[in-house]
């Protein structure tokens, strides 16, 4: 069975950082394109960044995160990542790695991300 | 900002037919947007059913299914089951990002 594990969520200050990690397993992650994605509570699902597959060169980004949030990943442990800098509360949410497009159709089960003094 | 309007919410009689729609503001949805649509039960993770415009996933029902209609993408769910009561979300593709839409709660009444 398809499986995409999230990890790295918590509580973190307004300005804080955190890194979020979401591990794949029984596919060659190598080949997909990987998403993040996150909801705030309540609210609709919103896409935040992507990367390429193979060796993960190409990367964008949705523009409410653009120079704040890196994504990259690491074939070797089949897992990408989500680099949050410059924390604000309007990012608190529960983020989803997710391959978009594809026949895998794979979601995590997400980690909830929780920006507060 | 590009804007992706969904009906905010649609009620559908058991085995009855409902068609949910994906405007985008920049124009006229196309094949080349890959519209995505994804399934969200309440306090659990989504689920794509239908990618690149029509294409069903291998666990999507047949009743459900994805199309253009009208410069949107569009769903319908034919022979609605209670089991089909959830958010349904629609993805587009803008050649560097993608945008999700608003979403439809789609009740069965």
């Known amino acids: 069975e398809v499986q995409l594990v999230e990890s790295g969520g918590g509580l973190v200050q307004p300005g804080g950082s955190l890194r979020l990690s979401c591990t794949a397993s029984t596919f060659t992650f190598s080949n997909y394109w990987m998403h993040w994605v996150r909801q705030a509570p309540g609210k609709g699902l919103v896409w935040v960044s992507r990367i390429e597959k193979n060796h993960g060169r190409y990367t964008s980004y949705a523009d409410s995160v653009k120079g704040r949030f890196t994504i990259s990943r690491d074939n070797a442990k089949n897992t990408v990542y989500l680099e949050m800098r410059s924390l604000r509360v309007e990012d608190t949410a529960v983020y989803y790695c997710a391959t978009v497009n594809e026949p895998l159709g794979a979601w995590g089960q997400g980690t909830l991300v929780t920006v507060s003094s | 900002q590009t804007v992706v309007t969904q009906e905010p919410s649609l009620t559908v009689s058991p085995g009855g037919t409902v068609t949910l729609t994906c405007a985008s503001s920049?124009?006229?949805?196309?094949?080349?947007?890959?519209p995505n649509w994804i399934q969200q039960k309440p306090g659990q993770a989504p689920r794509t059913l239908i990618y690149s415009t029509s294409i069903q996933q291998s666990w999507t029902p047949a009743r459900f299914s994805g199309f253009l209609l009208g410069g949107k993408a569009a769903l319908t769910l034919s022979g609605v089951q209670p089991e089909d009561e959830a958010d349904y979300y629609c993805?587009?593709?803008?050649?560097?990002?993608?945008?999700f839409g608003s979403g439809t709660k789609v009740t069965v009444l």
């Open positions: 993805l587009l593709f803008y050649g560097d990002v993608h945008v």
């Open positions: 920049t124009g006229a949805v196309t094949i080349d947007h890959y």
